[in-house]
C-alpha cells in the first residue's frame, strides 16, 4: 500500500539518517588516540538490537497483528533515541553560518567517498532486508527465516567487535576494505549459488561480518580524512 511504503519507506529512511548520522559521528570529536575505538562501541547497539527485535518481532507477529506491532516499534524506538538525544553533547559548538559552505563539494575524494557509501548503502541493507523474504521463498519456514536473520544479526556484531578492536591498530582504510570484500564476495559467491537453509545461513553469517564492520568504521574514516 501506498501509505506504506511512504511511513516505512521514505518516513522511516529519512528519520533513522537524521538520527543515526548526527549519533554516530559526534562521538569522534571526543576521541583522538581510540576514536575507532569509541565509534565502533556506539554502533555495538545496533548488533544488539537487530538480534533481540528480530526474534521478539517474530513472536510478537504470531500474537498480534502486524500493525500493532509497527506501532508498538515506533513507541519503542521514539522512547529510546530521545534519552539517547538528551545525553548527546557536542565536544565544540560549531558557529552557525548564514549561506552553506560548499568548498567541500569540490573535494574530489570527499565527492567520491559518498558516491561509494550510497551505492554500499544500498547494497548493505537490501540483504537484511530480504533475507526472511528469500528464505520464504525457497522453502524455508518462517521461524528459519527469523533465525537467519538474528544469525546474520550475530555475525554482525561480531564483526563491528572485531573491527572495533582492530580499527585503532589496522587503521579504518584496512577495516573497510575488508568489509567490502567480505560483503561483495558474500553476495556474488554465496547468495547467487545458493537454494537452501545451510546455504543461506552461510552468507548471512559472511555478510554480516562485513556489514557491521562497514557500519563501525565509516565514520571513523571520515573523521580521519575529512
Not at 513472536?59 to 548527546?88: E, F, G, N, Q, Y
Not at 565536544?91 to 560548499?102: D, H
Not at 553476495?187 to 557500519?215: D, E, P, R
Amino acid at each position: 500500500p501506498w501509505h506504506l511504503l511512504l511511513t516505512q519507506g521514505v518516513l522511516c529512511g529519512v528519520g533513522a539518517a537524521l538520527t543515526f548520522l548526527p549519533a554516530a559521528v559526534i562521538p569522534s570529536q571526543w576521541f583522538e588516540r581510540r576514536r575507532g575505538l569509541a565509534t565502533g562501541t556506539v554502533n555495538l547497539g545496533i548488533g544488539v538490537g537487530g538480534i533481540a527485535w528480530t526474534q521478539f518481532n517474530h513472536l510478537l507477529i504470531k500474537r498480534i497483528s502486524v500493525a500493532w506491532v509497527l506501532r508498538l516499534t515506533s513507541i519503542i524506538v521514539l522512547a529510546l533515541c530521545t534519552v539517547s538525544l538528551l545525553l548527546i553533547k557536542t565536544f565544540q559548538s560549531t558557529p552557525v553560518q548564514q549561506r552553506p559552505n560548499l568548498q567541500s563539494l569540490r573535494n574530489r575524494n570527499l565527492l567520491t567517498f559518498m558516491a561509494a557509501s550510497f551505492f554500499t548503502g544500498i547494497s548493505s541493507l537490501v540483504p537484511f532486508f530480504y533475507l526472511p523474504g528469500y528464505a520464504k521463498d525457497i522453502g524455508i519456514s518462517s521461524s528459519g527465516g527469523a533465525l537467519i536473520t538474528s544469525i546474520a544479526n550475530v555475525a554482525s556484531l561480531t564483526g563491528r567487535l572485531a573491527a572495533t578492536v582492530f580499527s585503532d591498530y589496522c587503521g579504518p582504510v584496512v577495516i573497510l576494505l575488508g568489509a567490502y570484500v567480505l560483503t561483495s564476495s558474500s553476495i556474488l559467491l554465496i547468495w547467487t549459488a545458493t537454494h537452501n537453509f545451510s546455504g543461506t545461513m552461510a552468507f548471512g553469517i559472511v555478510f554480516g561480518l562485513g556489514y557491521g564492520a562497514i557500519f563501525t568504521q565509516t565514520s571513523a574514516f571520515v573523521a580521519k580524512f575529512f
